[in-house]
């Protein structure tokens, strides 16, 4: 059974960091792209990062462009998102997604994990 | 960047009737196009991949069409479980851009 099981989450100041993990099982990890997509309280969905099997290709959103990083670990079968200079507008559930195909849709999900930016 | 339109945002509607939510792509994305089902509190499921094929699990009552920048998402016979929201996503090109989400209410 695949499983994606995020943590990491928490309450941070504005300005300061937070590392989001995501432990994936039930599947080769290191064959399948996976991505970072997050949902603010009462609003929609949006996509924020994505890593290819290898690592060697990855994309960011314009809104966390250059303070968020993402990572993995094959060796480990674990996702991160490196997350600095947070803001209070990066409040939200961050779900961890692997991605399918070269069409590249998010067939399993993790269960979220939440990040608060608050003073 | 590609901009996803959904409409409507907020439907109501009643256990057995037929509705179709609509996606519009900011420009075109082929067949890349993906719809989730969320309902509250839970991770968002794959629906639909590639415009019209049906992830395994989903029930046959979801139907997708469509290409290029306008696509649709019918359910046929709406059941209580179907009320949540729904979203579109392209994975054409990144950013992966979502729709703004259409919710599904009960008449």
């Known amino acids: 059974e695949v499983q994606l099981v995020e943590s990491g989450g928490g309450l941070a100041q504005p300005g300061g960091s937070l590392r989001l993990s995501c432990a994936a099982s039930?599947?080769?990890?290191?064959?399948?792209?996976m991505n970072w997509v997050r949902q603010a309280p009462g609003k929609g969905l949006e996509w924020v990062s994505y890593?290819?099997?290898?690592?060697?290709?990855?994309f960011y959103a314009g809104s966390v462009k250059g303070r968020f990083t993402i990572s993995r670990d094959n060796a480990k079968n674990s996702l991160s998102l490196q997350m600095n200079s947070l803001r209070a507008e990066d409040t939200a559930v961050y779900f961890c997604?692997?991605?399918?195909?070269?069409?590249?849709?998010?067939?399993?999900w993790g269960q979220g994990s939440l990040v608060t930016v608050s003073s | 960047d590609i901009q996803m339109t959904q409409s409507p945002s907020s439907l109501s509607a009643s256990v057995g009737d037929r509705v179709t939510i609509a996606c519009r792509a900011s420009?075109?994305?082929?067949?890349?196009l993906n719809w989730y089902q969320q309902k509250p509190g839970r991770a968002p499921k794959l629906l639909i991949y590639?415009?019209?094929s049906l992830q395994s699990g989903a029930p046959s009552r979801f139907t997708g069409r469509g290409s290029g920048t306008d696509f649709t998402l019918t359910i046929s016979s709406l059941q209580p479980e179907d009320f949540a929201t729904y979203y579109c996503?392209?994975?054409?090109?990144?950013?992966?851009?979502f729709g703004q989400g259409t919710k599904l209410e009960i008449k």
């Open positions: 997604a692997r991605a399918y195909g070269g069409n590249s849709f998010f067939d399993f």
């Open positions: 039930g599947f080769t990890f290191s064959s399948y792209s």
């Open positions: 890593i290819s099997s290898s690592g060697s290709t990855i």
């Open positions: 420009q075109s994305i082929s067949n890349s």
């Open positions: 590639a415009a019209s």
């Open positions: 996503q392209q994975s054409f090109s990144p950013p992966y851009t």
